[in-house]
């Protein structure tokens, strides 16, 4: 009797699951039985082959040179739609209806919560429209002055690195891109360069790193048994120190604003002055707005504050990163930047780059889009079918994940037959007029693309010009395999080693 209740418990769970895997895929292949893909093994789907982040760009790549198109694939009994085409990234893309964020994303909320990333509908749109101006090109002058101030404490840090036989440039482009964000959206000096051990960079990169586990493990990425591990109550702990953090900045620039307000009768009238908005950084605009609009509360704005900061620093730094890497390994290339640099600057390699000089910087511009094709920072984004939806002759169900693989697009015949070259005259306008404007969206396209896309290009170029103007870039003594690891952002697994030889 007891020996048939075990039997029972045990079975009971796994038929259960046997059922509803195999009415889920059925539902989802009576649509998609000729999208190119399979269904993977029972109950796992490809799962096993998706276990871990620094496999995936490798299975992914394998699929797409087998079917050469967009194909399915299913996690258990959840199916996605692996988008890759330019014209299928432009249909769904410029969609504005039966679209949502993936499930995907529900992993980052704990961290991000629904600020711009995340949110969707009459929030999205309201938080867009108040944060917008912090992006348009009358504030760039000001961010410039920022990005020189950190790019000049990150080349004294890489020259005292220098004197070694190989750098890992990575931990160090991270920390400044930390301080190159935290003090253009709030106005606070964050000083993670000189300390690499602070609390919150420690709390960012555990959380990141929570992030990529629950992304892979079939226990952490179950709402019901996530919270009983242990990596659930060290998100939790983890997660405190973070918002502590955004909050406590959040009340001092509340104070201070206040302050200024007593002092400066006129502040409150003026605040209308489309003048003074102009000269308003991200977090001043929320504050600002929250004082007319007490629906804008202060846990909202901590939700746009820790969504920027996460998605301004950790793109940004792969992207420098990795387009470092590349001029390392191509040194005629990397001559070419470095003439072009000697032009804008002149006889005075030493002074601050200005705006005026960032549109001068062609050829590099040119460099980082080169690298940032094929090392996509955001390999892969997200999409969920809200409604049944039409698409090339078939019904895409509600309830389909669709996953646009960018970094498939970008490192395919899309971007031209020479793909697997390092080759920036392909984004030379006579040659690129010819491709698919959506061949190449490191930044994604339509209403849901990246609102730091200038600022990040000023930024990059900022920032990899003053390493150029001070060091020669080569190739490490000691050269591995560049492994990548795409979870959310892609990133060097074991870093990115480069060997610095003073100008
Ligand atoms: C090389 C650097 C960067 C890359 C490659 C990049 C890429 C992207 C991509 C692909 C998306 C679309 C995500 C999706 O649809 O789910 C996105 C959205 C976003 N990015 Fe960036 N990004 C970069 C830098 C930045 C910077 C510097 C900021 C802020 C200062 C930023 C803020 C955002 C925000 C707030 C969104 C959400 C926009 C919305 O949904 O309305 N990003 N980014």
């Known amino acids: 009797m007891m020996l048939a209740v075990i039997i029972g418990l045990t079975l009971a769970p796994l038929l259960s699951w046997i059922i509803y895997w195999t009415y889920r895929v059925q539902y989802f292949e009576k649509y998609l039985k000729n999208v190119p893909g399979t269904t993977g093994l029972p109950l796992f789907g490809h799962a096993f082959e998706l276990n871990s982040p620094r496999k995936i760009t490798e299975f992914i790549m394998k699929y797409y040179r087998l079917y050469n198109t967009n194909f399915k694939m299913y996690i258990g009994s959840q199916a996605y739609l692996n988008v890759t085409e330019p014209e299928d990234l432009e249909f769904f893309m410029t969609s504005t209806t039966n679209l949502k964020k993936s499930d995907l994303y529900n992993y980052i909320q704990p961290l991000v919560g629904q600020g711009l990333a995340t949110s969707s509908g009459s929030r999205w749109k309201k938080h867009k429209k108040i944060i917008l101006p912090a992006f348009h090109f009358d504030k760039f002058e000001k961010y410039i002055d920022v990005f020189n101030t950190h790019s000049d404490i990150l080349v ?73 591990s242990i990596t659930y109550w060290r998100e ?98 990397q001559r070419k930047v470095y003439e072009e640099l000697k032009a804008i600057y002149a006889d005075d390699l030493k002074r601050k780059t200005t705006y005026k000089d960032l549109p001068e910087m062609r050829y590099l511009d040119m460099v980082i889009k080169e690298s940032i094709r094929m090392y996509t920072p955001a390999p892969m984004i997200g999409r969920m079918i809200e409604e049944d939806t039409e698409w090339r002759g078939i019904i895409l169900p509600k309830g389909l994940m669709i996953a646009f693989w960018l970094y498939c697009t970008h490192n395919s015949v899309n971007c031209g037959e020479d793909f697997e070259k390092f080759n920036p005259e392909r984004f030379n306008v006579d040659v690129s007029k010819d491709r698919h404007p959506f061949s190449f969206v490191p930044f994604s396209a339509g209403p849901r693309s990246c609102i730091g896309q200038k600022f990040a290009m000023l930024e990059m170029k900022c920032t990899i010009s003053a390493i150029l103007r001070r060091f020669e870039l080569c190739p490490p003594t000691f050269e591995q395999p560049m492994v990548l690891t795409a979870a959310v952002v892609l990133k060097p697994k074991d870093g990115i080693y480069i060997k610095l030889k003073s100008r």
């Open 236 to 333: 939790k702990f983890t997660l405190k120190a973070v918002h502590t953090y955004t909050r406590s900045i959040i009340a001092n620039r509340k104070q201070e604003l206040l302050r200024n307000i007593r002092e400066d009768e006129d502040s409150i009238s003026s605040r209308k002055d489309e003048k003074k908005t102009k000269n308003k950084m991200f977090l001043d605009l929320l504050l600002d707005y929250s004082q007319s609009d007490n629906t804008l509360t202060d846990e909202q704005i901590r939700e746009e504050i820790d969504t920027v900061m996460y998605a301004g620093h950790d793109t940004t730094a792969s992207a420098i990163s990795f387009t470092l890497y590349c001029l390392s390994k191509h040194p005629e290339i």
């Open 156 to 228: 004294t840090k890489l020259a005292q690195e220098s004197q070694k036989e190989d750098v890992d440039i990575f931990p160090f482009v991270i920390c400044y891109t930390l301080d190159a964000i935290c003090e253009t959206i709030m106005g606070t000096h964050f000083n993670a360069q000189d300390d690499h051990n602070s609390k919150y960079v420690s709390s960012i990169n555990l959380l990141i790193d929570i992030i990529v586990k629950r992304v892979f493990s079939p226990f952490l990425s179950s709402d019901v048994l996530y919270p009983f």
